[in-house]
Each structure stands twice: as C-alpha cells, then as structure tokens.
C-alpha cells in the first residue's frame, strides 16, 4: 500500500513569505505528526492531528501551525519565515498515535530560506 | 535538555560482524523505545522497539536490549550487512499524562558504516 506522501519535496523561500506543506497519510491512518529535523537540533516534534483535531503540541512559535482535514490529509504553514527555518519537514501517520504502534514517515520536504 | 542521547556520532565495523549502537535517556516517564533507520533524502525507517514491561526484543538480525536501571538501550545488528549502512535513531515516548500523542524524543542519530 502508499506510504505517506509529502509535498512538496523541496521549496525555496525567502525570510518573510509563509510556507504550506502537505502530507498524506497511509490508508486508514488517522493519525498525523509533523517533525522538523535540522543538523543542530535534531528531529523535534512539531505537532499531532487526530480526527482533526489537534491533541498534541511541540515547543515551537506560534507561526508553526497545523491542520488536518477529514480524510486525514494534514497541512502545515510557516508563517513570516526566518533563516532559522530552513530544515527537512517530516510527516509521519499512524493508527492511533498512541503508544505501541509505530510511526510511519514520508520523505519529507526540505525547505530552504534565503 | 536532551532527554535522548546518543553519544556515539559513528560506528564502523566490518561485514558479518556485530554492530551495537547505544542511547541514553533521562526521562523516567518514558514507557517505549523505538530504533529508526534514516537512509539519505528517504524518511526515518522503523526498525524495532520495546516496551518498558520488556527487556529484550528480537527481531530477525536486529535486537534491542534495555536496561532501566541504567536508563540505557542498544541496539544490536548481527550479522552487520553493508546495507545496514545508514543513520540510527533511538527514540522515546511517555505515555502517562496524555503527552504520547505522535510524539517521539529522539536522540542525535549515529552514522553506521559497514565495511564488505
């Protein structure tokens, strides 16, 4: 079956502009987590939809927001980007989201700002 | 504050020896433990994990030990294949309080290297 697929693979943005990045989730997947993985921090945890809602928060701005649509495909916008945001974005879906049950990542896209 | 740690940047070893990567974590409310293999441009990889009820866990070539008493686990490859080489991530999740929802606390990742 699909794995989750994000779009787009890789964008160029300048400080400023806002950004929208999608993913969707594997078949039957209700849950959706976005990650941002940078050389200095590392894969953190942004935030996690459910039946669209959002259960869960990382530390992150408040310009880093989500949303998930009722077929499970989720978005993610960076508001007023800084330098600082150039990273990978990384979704992931799973059953539950819960504990015991793995999360599945895409490929993610690489956001670049300049 | 990095609640997972993995203190070993890269690993080395010859094929069809044992590779054995560790992490470290802080967080005594972390309840599951997960070990993700990340290929270059590919996503995270889910390998194994193991509960906290648990000490081990085998899978195939790959078995994760934990020791709680140490707040320590490793992963273990035998035997290491040249395709086992990529970035390991240990990761971890608490599931009192509600917090667990698709979050993972990963570690820094170390870079395996399998020499045919």
């Known amino acids: 079956k699909a794995g989750v697929t994000q779009t787009p693979r890789y964008l160029i943005k300048t400080r400023g502009q806002q950004v929208t990045l999608s993913c969707s989730p594997i078949s039957g997947h209700r849950s959706v987590s976005w990650y941002q993985q940078t050389p200095g921090q590392g894969l953190q945890f942004l935030f996690e939809?459910?039946?669209?809602?959002?259960?869960n928060k990382g530390n992150f701005p408040g310009r880093f927001s989500g949303r998930q649509f009722s077929n499970s495909r989720s978005e993610m916008n960076v508001s007023t980007l800084e330098l600082g945001d150039s990273a990978l974005y990384l979704c992931?879906?799973?059953?539950?989201?819960?504990?015991?049950?793995?999360?599945?990542f895409g490929e993610g896209s690489r956001l670049t700002v300049l | 504050d990095q609640q997972v740690k993995q203190n070993s940047p890269s690993l080395s070893v010859q094929e069809g020896r044992i590779s054995i990567l560790n992490c470290d974590y802080t967080n005594s409310m972390f309840d599951y433990f997960l070990w993700y293999k990340k290929y270059p441009a590919e996503g995270p990889t889910f390998l194994i994990s193991?509960?906290?009820?648990?000490d081990k866990n085998e899978d195939g070539r790959f078995t994760v030990f934990l020791n709680k008493s140490a707040k320590h686990l490793s992963l273990h490859i035998v035997p290491s294949q040249p395709g086992d080489s990529a970035v390991y991530f240990c990761a971890a999740s608490a599931s009192a309080g509600g917090t667990s929802y698709g979050k993972l606390t990963f570690g820094q990742g170390t870079i395996l290297t399998v020499h045919p």
């Open positions: 193991i509960s906290s009820i648990k």
């Open positions: 992931a879906s799973s059953w539950t989201g819960r504990n015991g049950g793995e999360l599945f």
């Open positions: 939809y459910f039946s669209e809602t959002q259960r």
